[in-house]
């Protein structure tokens, strides 16, 4: 078992507080990775020279917004002007781009510093063949698609950095990688500059050490809200076990337990909530969209050399699931209906409170297990974010996961703040 962000100082954090210089965070960041190497190759290129300079010009300035001074990874699906961007061809050498994608130089323009680029699973959709592997145990997985991005804020390699998820792909590497994450509403981060897979459900998000950090990329990644003042409120959380609670491990329903003892002694209200009618068909109606969808996105890749596609990708782009014009027409039609009955049945809560995965992850040789908690609130469009602070039977992370109606991202933010500094003091409490 390798060190994680858990047994490790947090960077970000040490930065905001004024503990840490932006050169010295660059820098410590720089030598995890090194140190780390041999246990998995999560960074699949950096900047470390230009960072470490960029780094001393932060330092030497006045902050340029809230997350002045702090390293971030990019997932390599999105452009960047000064790395390569690999998932752009067949081959993996696409040139670099005039610009970085928008999701990115938000982030550079508030200060954040960019390390470098790290994997993702082959074409963003299926396992194979990047060489993250998961911080605590090196045979198990990850996580995919946003492998490298979980993996590398859970071994403490960055702070923060960006993801996206189509299915279940920020929360559930964050859950198995022991570290917090966030994916927004649908549509609220600019997608410019990055590779689609389902555009009607691809959605920006991040993978960070902690919340504070992800309230702030949230913040400065186009997400307006005003903050509620939640000191010494009770909030009101609904326990929703989703129509797919069977499939769920021992491990999961003790952390979600967990939780709402923790809420319950803090003086919050939980309470059993139940989804409206026809939602045990979310995840059947995802995955119709989700290939529909992928079929097009794809097409220029088959053209120019389908024999360097992974067949799983082919198996999509030739329509071999038998998903018809009917039923993208019908599953689009069906989530549209939940997505409104969804924010109405959630609307008078201040959270949901969900599993975020099955339970421990599995084996690379098992892949990363179905994202079956995870897809049918993507379909919906709804703000989730996950949070670390449990373990399975094997000792690996399980997370927890909550929800908001869609655009109270920024609530949603600040509830998360509150659960994870529940979970944090129930932490410290057993290791005194």
Request: with cysteine.
């Amino acid at each position: 078992m390798t060190p994680s962000a858990q047994s490790l100082p947090a960077i970000g954090r040490a930065v905001l507080n004024g503990e840490m210089s932006s050169e010295k965070a660059v820098q410590t960041c720089l030598e995890r990775i090194a140190e780390q190497n041999g246990h998995g190759r999560n960074f699949v290129s950096l900047r470390a020279e230009e960072a470490l300079a960029e780094a001393r010009v932060r330092d030497s300035e006045s902050a340029r917004g809230p997350l002045h001074g702090i390293p971030f990874a990019v997932k390599d699906i999105f452009q960047t002007a000064e790395l390569p961007n690999e998932l752009y061809s067949p081959d993996g050498k696409e040139l670099k781009a005039a610009k970085d994608a928008a999701a990115v130089a938000l982030l550079r323009t508030a200060g954040a510093v960019l390390l470098g680029k790290v994997a993702t699973v082959e074409f963003t959709t299926h396992e194979n063949p990047d060489e993250s592997r998961n911080p605590f145990a090196k045979e198990f997985t990850p996580g995919g698609s946003s492998a490298g991005s979980g993996a590398a804020v859970g071994e403490g390699q960055v702070p923060l950095a960006l993801a996206t998820q189509t299915g279940g792909s920020t929360i559930r590497p964050a859950s198995f990688c022991g570290a917090a994450a966030f994916k927004p509403t649908w549509g609220r981060v600019p997608v410019e500059g990055m590779k689609p897979f389902a555009p009607s459900l691809d959605t920006v998000g991040w993978v960070a050490e902690d919340s504070e950090l992800l309230l702030r990329a949230a913040r400065v990644s186009g997400i307006e809200e005003a903050e509620t003042d939640l000191d010494g409120v009770s909030l009101r959380i609904g326990f929703y076990e989703t129509p797919y609670f069977s499939e769920a491990e021992e491990e999961t329903n003790v952390a979600l337990g967990e939780t709402v003892r923790l809420l319950i002694a803090a003086g919050h209200h939980v309470e059993e909530v139940h989804g409206p009618k026809g939602a045990e068909r979310l995840n059947e109606w995802q995955d119709i969209v989700m290939k529909g969808e992928g079929r097009a996105s794809y097409l220029l890749e088959q053209a120019r050399d389908p024999a360097a596609l992974h067949p799983g990708v082919l198996e999509v782009i030739s329509r071999e699931q038998g998903y018809t014009h009917d039923h993208m027409r019908g599953a689009y039609e069906q989530l549209a209906a939940m997505r409104r009955e969804f924010d109405s049945v959630m609307g008078s809560y201040d959270a949901w409170l969900t599993p975020a995965v099955v339970g421990e992850p599995p084996k690379l040789e098992k892949g990363n297990t179905l994202a079956t908690f995870n897809r049918l609130f993507t379909a919906l469009g709804l703000p989730c974010a996950g949070l670390p602070g449990f373990t399975g039977p094997y000792g690996l992370p399980v997370g927890i996961q909550l929800l908001a109606p869609r655009f109270a991202d920024i609530h949603l933010l600040q509830v998360a703040r509150i659960v994870e500094g529940l979970i944090i003091r129930r932490q410290k409490s057993e290791d005194a």
